[in-house]
């Protein structure tokens, strides 16, 4: 960008090309083009001393600035003048730059030469000025309102225009749609047809080529810009849920008007602050309020269009507990919001099509720090707001710190401020985080250091206004209620914590009379021991909740309710994901209408909703993370009624860290008898498979009849099978925790053992048959000698539940699938001490891994709805897209140029191997897929789905050559044997309790 610089002397002088780091403040002028061209100061012109010599073109010049100095500014820009109309590549970076230059501009004028106004009918009021309905009716017939390359300083009235006052206000342009904003262009002229689409491209966001001559093909090329650019942001993985306004968060509270003024005030002057610090770091211990403080100050910033992007973690909130979705959620969020870094954002994604797949320091530096680093420095004083909330609630310690470095970057940024408001509890992690960044990179605020009697005032502003809300709606007519004491003793038990506050409000306010409603306020001021700090009175809240909820029972019934508390409200606590209340009782194998009863007088502590379908699926979750710290704490739920043992609820629930996805929870009644996976023998002639009936089935291939059920060893589903390469034995692996081996010539059983303390995902043989390596939900591989059922050895798989195990093909590596995303690779012969190879590139659970023939390279298959291809040695690796839910099986081709995947989507896909192009997708299915394998003659390939059946594929043409279906003989009866708490029926061989018809992450 050129601007020009007035003089003392009255003189212009051009400067220098600037960059956009290094723009000074600078005025910018909006006009029509002379009839004339000939008559506008050009840049040659200016540089070569020529400019007088065009009087009307220069009085533009003199006009701007003469206003720009009268203004303080000694630059100004104009585009007769600042651009080389010669240079089509510097003519084609400003038409694409201009809009962002406008925007960007201090001040703006506009040069109307063509206003005339007849005063020869005023006579009878002379030496007065002319009425301003003269004036504006000359100002409407300005050129200025009709041309095509004004439009993009959006200065001109609604009343002339039609562009909404919105978007003349300076709202983001994003919340206007793409029809919306063409149509701005309907009544605009341009000397030529190709500029009426040239003019849209800052207002769009997007670069495009100019070719003149074109015609009406530069709209049809702006319009698949726009969609290109559309595509690029929708491949971003976003966390619906984080944003502090997204619908989940609707109902959450903000600060009331006249408290928390001062801790909100100092937010904003450090926000709006010259200094250098770029982080706000506000920590408190639980219930202070530091969350209604970060929505309060981002809805304050998203209303006057300052907001760059708000994520808000939740423990036991899915995604929102996990950081790999951060960046990229901001990133979609600031795109969404703000035209001017919308278009960098979508050129890094277009430069980096794996650019979800990177770390987060890196995703953080092209996502956000360099895009925002492109955007023109118009003003020093501009900010722009990030909100992270409970970053303690973020699972991964090791991502916290991680996310804490990459952040403080953010003072990288020069040409306007970035500020970002983190709030959390002082963990040890964060604490030391902080303690690592100079002074002048954060400022930090202690909750606890704000005067008590500032916090007692404002928790009794609170308790007045929610009491009083509530009398009006329930009209009671008592203005007195509650008395100044009353509310003084509520004030002195919140012990400055807002969430005991929100608490007891809503457990006054859930009485059912005013008789109940007092005793109920009674109960919370007389209850409490005054000595007690804030986390006993937080901890005796509860407790009164609770009991309170069970003084309806009978004496005779109590202890059934106390155990149908602890069943319900442990689920809801120690759930990854939040379900809603249907899934819900047939995760716990629960009446629903007992559910519902059970939680009726829960509302205090449970955000319980009204009105839930399968079309707006609303979960139940809890108010406040506290309570989820009080219920599995036995030191704060002194109360054994109540008290939730983290360890036996989740051994209860057949689960530990297990992912829920609660849309997809499976219904017991649905696809009973699902197949889970399949096996070749090595002759290609017969195929294993193994389904929710504890036995695995045997088939002849050509005929498609069944040979022989091998059983007697499980008493659960057979989640995975495996025949070892003599083709002499059969092994599987099942939900009761046990691995059994069987003789596949006559079928008896060798042995079973009961290998694990979780489900059996995984068995495969190694590839001379000697050991079985078997992986399971417990986060250990177990690998035993074939021949004896002797354990020789336990993988720990560092924490985290094993999906899927296979060998190399030199036997000599175990590869393993997990739900953390991540693919590690176990050396068997080198230290049981000595830590994996991990390849981290999934954004969700691994649900299959595949060595390729040679060894070279593995498969992958992950609810992130990608199959990713891996270097074995380098760790590179290429991602096939196309799948559109979760990719449950993956396998290599015996020759290894070939790749399958099955879905959730229905489909198996079948993929180039070194290209990863897409050969084929097989679509007869017509229930999500289980498992994909083909035979060892690379002939036919199998596909297991969740409706009972295997289907047979031509692997020449992929036409279906034939299925096995003959599974209902071994449902001997409608009904289902009674499960154990959190076990439904349909499950998954991954055994996330929340997959669409049994299969998951």
Known sequence: MRLIQYEPSGDYR???ELGTESLPKYAILSHTWMLDNEGEVSLRDLTQGLAKTKPEGYEKIRFCGERAAHDGLNHFWIDTCCIDQNSSAVLEEAITSMYAWYRNADRCYVYLWDITLDTSSLEDIAHQPPPMHLWESAFRRSRWFTRGWTLQELLAPQSVT?????????????????????????????????????????????????????????????????????????????AKDAAFNSLHNQHEPICLEDTRSGILNQIRAWAEGSDSRCIFWLNGIAGTGKSTIARTIARVYYDVGALGGSYFFSKGGGDLSKSNRLVTTLAGQLAAGMSEPRRHISEAIAKREDIVELSLRDQWKHLIIDPLSKIPNHSTERSILLVIDALDECNDENDIRAIIKIL????????????????????????????????????VFVLEDISP???????????????????????????????????MRLVENASGLFIWAATACRFICKGTRFSNIEKRLRMLIHGFSSGDGPEKKLDQIYITVLRESAMRAADDEKEELYLMLRQVIGAIAILYSPLHMEPLSRLLDLNLRDVNETLNDLHTILYIPKHSSAEDPRPVRLHHPTFRDFLLNKDS???????????????????????????????????????????FTPDSKRIASGSNFEAVRFWDVATKSRLRKFEGGATDKMSSVAISPDSKTLAGGSDDFTVM???????????????????????????DGTLLAS??????????DVSTGQEVKRIDNQSSCVNSATFSPNGAMVATGSVDGILRIWHLFKSSDEMPRMLDGHSGPINSVRYSPSGSHIVSGSDDMMVRLWNAATEASIIFRGHTKKVMAVAFAPDGHRIASGSEDKTVGVWDATSGACLSILLEHISGINSVVFSPDCNILASSSFDDEVRLWDVRSWEMAGKLDEFDEDVHSGTLATQRMGQPSACDRNHDLGASKGHSM
Not at 411 to 436: A, C, D, K, M
Not at 637 to 663: L, P, Q, S, T, Y
Not at 674 to 679: E, I, M, T
């Open 775 to 784: 992986g399971s939900m417990d986060q250990t591989v177990a690998l035993w």
């Open 637 to 679: 739920c002194i109360d054994v009624d109540f008290f939730v043992d983290e360890k036996k609820a989740h051994r209860a629930m057949g689960i530990n860290d297990v992912w829920f996805a609660e849309a997809d929870i499976p219904n017991p009644r649905d696809d009973f008898n699902y197949v889970s996976d399949l096996a």
């Open 741 to 767: 081996v069987w003789s596949i010539e006559n079928g008896a059983l060798h042995y079973s053992v009961k290998a694990h303390t979780g489900w059996v995902n995984s068995v495969v043989f190694s590839p």
């Open 162 to 238: 039609g562009i909404p006052v919105a978007a003349l206000r300076g709202t983001s342009l994003a919340s206007f749609s793409v029809e919306e904003r063409l149509c701005w262009t309907e009544n605009r002229q341009t000397k030529r047809k190709e500029d009426k689409a040239y003019c849209l491209l800052g207002i769009f966001g997007v670069s495009m080529n100019h070719r003149y001559g074109e015609g009406d093909k530069a709209f049809e090329r702006l319009r698949r810009k726009i969609e290109n650019k559309n595509d690029l942001l929708s491949t971003l993985t976003m």
């Open 14 to 16: 051009l400067e220098r």
């Open 453 to 487: 009697s500032v916090i007692n005032q404002d928790i009794g502003l609170y308790f007045r206004n929610r009491l009083k809300a509530f009398c009006e709606e329930r009209g009671f007519d008592d203005d007195d209620w509650p008395d100044s004491r009353s509310i």
């Open 408 to 443: 403080a970057t953010a003072q990288t940024i020069v040409n306007f401020r970035l500020r970002i408001l983190i709030t959390s509890r002082p963990e040890t992690p964060i604490r030391h985080g902080f303690n690592q960044m100079s002074g002048d990179q954060r400022e």
